[in-house]
Protein backbone atom coordinates (compact mmCIF):
# COMPACT_ATOMS: atom_id res chain seq x y z
CA UNK A 1 0.00 0.00 0.00
CA UNK A 2 1.20 3.58 -0.76
CA UNK A 3 1.33 6.22 1.74
CA UNK A 4 -1.27 8.89 1.69
CA UNK A 5 -1.18 12.89 1.69
CA UNK A 6 -3.27 14.81 3.93
CA UNK A 7 -4.74 16.71 0.98
CA UNK A 8 -5.88 13.92 -0.26
CA UNK A 9 -8.15 12.86 3.00
CA UNK A 10 -8.42 16.03 4.85
CA UNK A 11 -12.22 16.47 3.16
CA UNK A 12 -13.42 12.87 4.55
CA UNK A 13 -11.67 13.18 7.78
CA UNK A 14 -13.21 16.76 8.30
CA UNK A 15 -16.69 15.10 7.32
CA UNK A 16 -15.75 12.79 10.44
CA UNK A 17 -14.64 15.63 12.89
CA UNK A 18 -18.05 17.22 11.96
CA UNK A 19 -20.25 14.43 13.21
CA UNK A 20 -17.72 14.11 16.60
CA UNK A 21 -16.05 17.15 17.20
CA UNK A 22 -13.92 15.33 20.06
CA UNK A 23 -12.79 12.70 17.16
CA UNK A 24 -14.97 10.09 18.03
CA UNK A 25 -12.95 6.66 18.12
CA UNK A 26 -9.81 8.19 17.25
CA UNK A 27 -9.78 10.85 19.87
CA UNK A 28 -6.38 9.36 21.37
CA UNK A 29 -4.81 9.68 18.21
CA UNK A 30 -5.85 13.01 16.52
CA UNK A 31 -6.66 14.39 19.83
CA UNK A 32 -4.34 13.54 22.07
CA UNK A 33 -1.68 12.97 19.59
CA UNK A 34 -0.67 9.38 20.66
CA UNK A 35 0.10 8.28 16.62
CA UNK A 36 1.85 5.34 16.88
CA UNK A 37 1.24 2.21 14.88
CA UNK A 38 -0.53 0.62 18.49
CA UNK A 39 -2.50 3.93 19.54
CA UNK A 40 -4.25 3.71 15.78
CA UNK A 41 -4.84 -0.35 15.49
CA UNK A 42 -6.15 0.61 19.32
CA UNK A 43 -8.81 2.59 18.22
CA UNK A 44 -9.59 0.12 15.02
CA UNK A 45 -10.23 -2.06 17.24
CA UNK A 46 -12.46 0.19 19.24
CA UNK A 47 -14.31 1.89 16.52
CA UNK A 48 -15.04 -1.91 15.46
CA UNK A 49 -16.46 -2.61 19.01
CA UNK A 50 -19.04 0.49 18.94
CA UNK A 51 -19.75 -0.30 15.28
CA UNK A 52 -17.81 2.98 13.60
CA UNK A 53 -17.24 1.48 10.39
CA UNK A 54 -16.26 5.55 9.16
CA UNK A 55 -14.04 5.43 11.91
CA UNK A 56 -12.19 1.88 11.41
CA UNK A 57 -12.07 2.86 7.80
CA UNK A 58 -10.44 6.27 8.72
CA UNK A 59 -7.61 4.17 11.21
CA UNK A 60 -7.02 2.71 8.03
CA UNK A 61 -5.68 5.22 6.18
CA UNK A 62 -3.88 6.53 9.11
CA UNK A 63 -2.24 3.63 8.88
CA UNK A 64 -0.79 4.43 5.71
CA UNK A 65 0.14 7.70 6.79
CA UNK A 66 3.42 8.85 8.29
CA UNK A 67 3.45 9.75 11.79
CA UNK A 68 4.46 13.49 10.77
CA UNK A 69 1.74 13.38 8.74
CA UNK A 70 -1.25 11.98 11.31
CA UNK A 71 0.54 14.89 13.90
CA UNK A 72 -0.21 17.32 11.30
CA UNK A 73 -3.76 16.32 10.00
CA UNK A 74 -5.86 17.84 12.99
CA UNK A 75 -4.63 21.34 11.84
CA UNK A 76 -4.88 20.62 8.40
CA UNK A 77 -8.85 19.50 9.19
CA UNK A 78 -9.52 22.88 11.22
CA UNK A 79 -7.48 25.08 8.13
CA UNK A 80 -10.04 23.05 5.58
CA UNK A 81 -13.41 23.99 7.71
CA UNK A 82 -12.17 27.57 8.17
CA UNK A 83 -11.70 27.80 4.38
CA UNK A 84 -14.52 25.76 3.42
CA UNK A 85 -16.88 28.24 6.07
CA UNK A 86 -15.49 31.34 4.83
Known amino acids: MS ?3 IPEVVERF ?3 QRKHPA ?3 LHI ?3 DGNIGNDSVEFCIGYAEGKGDTEAVELGQI ?4 SKTQRLKLPSA ?3 FERERQA
Open 3 to 5: KLT
Open 14 to 16: AAY
Open 23 to 25: WGC
Open 29 to 31: VLD
Open 62 to 65: LLRM
Open 77 to 79: VYR
